[in-house]
């Protein structure tokens, strides 16, 4: 654009100058040299006024750009930090994870330990309701014993009044 616009006010200076010389052998073309030097000054104008807005418009989008870039540059460095700090805190739960893993292994086996224990020790304190057939059978085995004791009980009485007769009949010296 600023190339082209020097190129016309080159081209208007040329002309004006050639048709301000004294020298009117061109006189005759005097009505077309002012409509192309006027074509020229349009140009000239809408070369210039293009020529305005093009760097209005580079300047804002340079500017645009400059703050967008500044943007940037600050939230990269702050998701870095993000970053940085969500990596550290990483590694600390992951030690901590570790840690409570290990802890939850102790107090597992410790609680599976007490476990067996309280089972051992109900086994022998808490007292197990007898079965019918249990009972049943101490029943008749004491029954028995009874009947045996009873049965030598007599045996021995039978003894006893025999030996007291034996004895009844005799006379006893001291």
Do not use: W
């Amino acid at each position: 654009m600023e190339k082209g616009l020097n190129g016309i006010k080159m081209a208007l200076k040329v002309l004006n100058e050639y048709y301000a010389k004294a020298d009117k052998s061109h006189d005759s073309s005097d009505g077309a040299s002012t409509g192309i030097i006027g074509l020229l000054e349009v140009c000239e104008s809408d070369f210039s006024k293009g020529l305005a807005e093009m760097n209005a418009a580079e300047e804002s989008a340079q500017s645009a750009y400059d703050q967008e870039t500044k943007e940037n540059e600050i939230e990269k460095a702050t998701k870095e930090q993000d970053v940085k700090y969500k990596t550290k805190e990483s590694a600390g739960l992951d030690k901590t994870v570790s840690e409570l893993t290990s802890d939850k292994d102790g107090v597992s086996a410790e609680l599976s330990a007490v476990l067996e224990y309280l089972k051992k020790i109900e086994e022998e304190c808490i007292a197990k309701p007898e079965t019918y057939a249990d009972r049943k059978a101490r029943r008749e085995a004491e029954i028995a014993g009874l009947n045996e004791g009873l049965s030598i009980l007599e045996e021995e009485t039978a003894l006893l009044q025999t030996s007291r007769r034996v004895l009844r009949g005799t006379k006893r010296h001291f």
